[in-house]
């Protein structure tokens, strides 16, 4: 299987800030990466697809970058409702497998 | 828009089968792949398998001896058995879009593009 890590795995930030979450496939992956945002109880819901294309609706201050093993999810101003648990997914080898998450939490 | 509706028992006796059915409603369930993940509480996502509309599927290997997938395209429906459960399969329950033989490379429009509500499902006595 294709280990996905991520990190960090929590962080706090303020409103306003410029948040960077890396995550690393253990082999290469391509483009096949996706990014989602999960909120508590709620359903996750992709930002980022091709490793780099906005999800219609998500705002543009996501963005994401990279190809073969080392992929980034930023968000250039963090907004309140930013605050949630990122996942990262790979879809280029079975089984798929997410990343272990990353709780952005309010410093 | 397309939508999915997951539904089936929320609870499940140890060693007996979970069974769950995504409805797809909004839109045709040919032509695409559909997946199955799962979430136990508080933690992390895990993949389970996917189906095409084919009844072609993809199993997650952790799970691949105790799991089943099929498709009713006249029901718009496609389902998950999930045999000799434990305590460890309990979680919520998501099905998904998962992409299309059409889709070339990792950018793909229909890739996990839309998810069920999730349904809750505990395995206990």
């Known amino acids: 299987d294709i280990q996905m890590t991520q990190s960090p795995s929590a962080m706090s930030a303020s409103v306003g800030d410029r948040v960077t979450i890396t995550c690393r496939a253990s082999?290469?992956?391509?483009?096949?990466l996706a990014w989602f945002q999960q909120k508590p109880g709620k359903v996750p819901e992709r930002l980022i697809y091709?490793?780099?294309t906005l999800q219609s609706g998500v705002p543009s201050r996501f963005s994401g970058s990279g190809s073969g093993t080392e992929f980034t999810l930023t968000i250039s101003s963090l907004q309140p409702e930013d605050f949630a648990t990122y996942y990262c997914l790979q879809h280029n080898n079975y089984p798929w497998t997410f990343g272990q998450g990353t709780k952005v939490e309010i410093k | 828009q397309v939508q999915l509706q997951e539904s089936g028992p929320g609870l499940v006796k140890p060693s007996e089968t979970l069974s769950l059915t995504c409805t797809v409603s909004g839109g045709s369930i040919s032509s695409y792949y559909w997946s199955w993940i799962r979430q136990p509480a508080g933690k992390g996502l895990e993949w389970i398998g996917r189906?095409?509309?084919?009844?072609?599927?993809n199993y997650n290997p952790s799970l691949k001896s105790r799991l089943t997938l099929s498709v009713d395209t006249s029901k718009n429906q496609f389902s998950l058995k999930l045999s000799s459960v434990t305590a460890a399969d309990t979680a919520v329950y998501y099905c998904a879009r998962d992409g299309a033989p059409s889709c070339r490379g990792g950018r793909c429009d229909w890739f996990m593009d839309v998810w069920g509500k999730g349904t809750t499902v505990t395995v206990s006595s």
């Open positions: 091709g490793a780099s």
């Open positions: 189906i095409y509309t084919s009844g072609t599927t």
């Open positions: 082999q290469g992956i391509s483009n096949y």
